[in-house]
């Protein structure tokens, strides 16, 4: 079955740099599309990034352009989210998502605490 185990995250001060992981297994990762999401304390959950299945397509929400780059691997099975310049305000669980067969498949999520 799919499987999506991310990983990366951590507390870093505003400045700093993270970059996140999410090793896929359970389907033919090179014919899909990924996306990581995140979700702030008391907010709804909102797509940060999209890759399309070769990695020659992204997409960025508008507050983290610029900042975070998202690139994939597919040998290993994974994608990735380089975070730069992160603010207080990108503090939040961090998800990747697979859109497979119809369903929506989710990590477990990774924890990104921006503070001084």
């Known amino acids: 079955q799919v499987q999506l185990v991310e990983s990366g995250g951590g507390l870093v001060q505003p400045g700093g740099s993270l970059r996140l992981s999410c090793v896929a297994s359970g389907f033919t990762f090179s014919t899909y599309g990924m996306s990581w999401y995140r979700q702030a304390p008391g907010k709804e959950r909102e797509l940060v990034a999209v890759i399309g299945s070769t990695g020659g397509s992204t997409n960025y929400a508008d507050t983290v352009k610029g900042r975070f780059t998202i690139s994939r691997d597919n040998v290993k099975n994974t994608v990735y989210l380089q975070m730069n310049s992160l603010k207080l305000e990108d503090t939040a669980v961090y998800y990747c998502?697979?859109?497979?067969?119809?369903?929506?498949?989710w990590g477990q999520g990774t924890q990104v605490t921006v503070s001084s």
């Open positions: 998502k697979l859109r497979y067969r119809g369903g929506d498949n």
